[in-house]
T-cell receptor, first 113, second 114 residues
Framework: RKEVEQDPGPFNVPEGATVAFNCTYS??????FFWYRQDCRKEPKLLMS???SGNEDGRFTAQLNRASQYISLLIRDSKLSDSATYLC??????????????FGTGTSLTVIP | NAGVTQTPKFQVLKTGQSMTLQCAQD?????MYWYRQDPGMGLRLIYY???????DKGEVPNGYNVSRLNKREFSLRLESAAPSQTSVYFC?????????????FGEGSWLTVV
C-alpha cells in the first residue's frame, strides 16, 4: 500500500467554482502534513501546512482527519491561476525517518474561463 | 535570492555514461535531498543527508551515489546511466533534522538516457 494516495483527477472546473481534493495516508502515526503546488515543468512549492485544528489561508482551507487518516484541501472562488497540480505530503516524524517526506502523485486542477 | 540551485537543467546521456548533478543551497539548511519525479509515480526519495557528513538511502537509491561535500552542497552521481533513470531530478533542502519544516526545491534537472 502506498504511503500517500491521491485522486489524480483531472479536475476541470469553471472560474468561481469551489473544488475539494482529498488525500489518504497509511501511517496512523504520521505527524506533519502539507499541501504543495506544482506548476507544469516547475518545482513543487509549499502551498500550506495542515494543522490538526484545520487552517485557512485566503481562499484555501486545509483539514486533517486523523481518525480516517485523510487530509483535504478546499479551494473557493477558483481562479485561472489556480490551475496546477496539488501534491499531498506526509511526514511520519519518527526519529529515524524524520527526513522521509512522502509525496502523493498529485491531483491535476484546470480552471476554465 | 537563490535558494536551492541545481545544475545542469537539461542533460542527454548515452547508456553507460556517468554524470553528476550538482546542488547547492544558500539557506544554511541542515537537511538536503535528492528526489526523482516520474509520471504517475510522484516524487520518490533517492538519497538524503540529514546533516553535513551524513547520507542515507531513500526509497530508490539503486544506481545512484551521493556526496554531501559541505553544508551547502549535495551532489548526485549516476555511475553508469540506464534508460530507466530518465526522469526529472529535484534537489531540496530543509532547515531541521526532524519533521515539521518546509522543504524547498530546486528548479529541477531533466535527464534523458538514450
Amino acid at each position: 500500500r502506498k504511503e500517500v494516495e491521491q485522486d489524480p483527477g483531472p479536475f476541470n472546473v469553471p472560474e468561481g467554482a469551489t473544488v475539494a481534493f482529498n488525500c489518504t495516508y497509511s501511517n496512523s502515526a504520521s505527524q506533519s502534513f502539507f499541501w504543495y503546488r506544482q506548476d507544469c515543468r516547475k518545482e513543487p512549492k509549499l502551498l500550506m501546512s495542515v494543522y490538526s485544528s484545520g487552517n485557512e489561508d485566503g481562499r484555501f482551507t486545509a483539514q486533517l482527519n486523523r481518525a480516517s487518516q485523510y487530509i483535504s484541501l478546499l479551494i473557493r472562488d477558483s481562479k485561472l491561476s489556480d490551475s496546477a497540480t496539488y501534491l499531498c505530503v506526509v511526514n511520519p516524524g519518527r526519529s529515524n525517518t524524520g527526513n522521509q517526506f512522502y509525496f502523493g502523485t498529485g491531483t491535476s486542477l484546470t480552471v476554465i474561463p | 535570492n537563490a535558494g536551492v540551485t541545481q545544475t545542469p537543467k537539461f542533460q542527454v546521456l548515452k547508456t553507460g555514461q556517468s554524470m553528476t548533478l550538482q546542488c547547492a543551497q544558500d539557506m544554511n539548511h541542515n537537511s538536503m535531498y535528492w528526489y526523482r519525479q516520474d509520471p504517475g509515480m510522484g516524487l520518490r526519495l533517492i538519497y538524503y543527508s540529514a546533516s553535513e557528513g551524513t547520507t542515507d538511502k531513500g526509497e530508490v537509491p539503486n544506481g545512484y551515489n551521493v556526496s554531501r561535500l559541505n553544508k551547502r552542497e549535495f551532489s548526485l552521481r549516476l555511475e553508469s546511466a540506464a534508460p530507466s533513470q530518465t526522469s526529472v531530478y529535484f534537489c531540496a533542502s530543509r532547515e531541521g533534522q526532524r519533521g515539521g519544516n518546509t522543504i524547498y526545491f530546486g528548479e529541477g534537472s531533466w535527464l534523458t538516457v538514450v
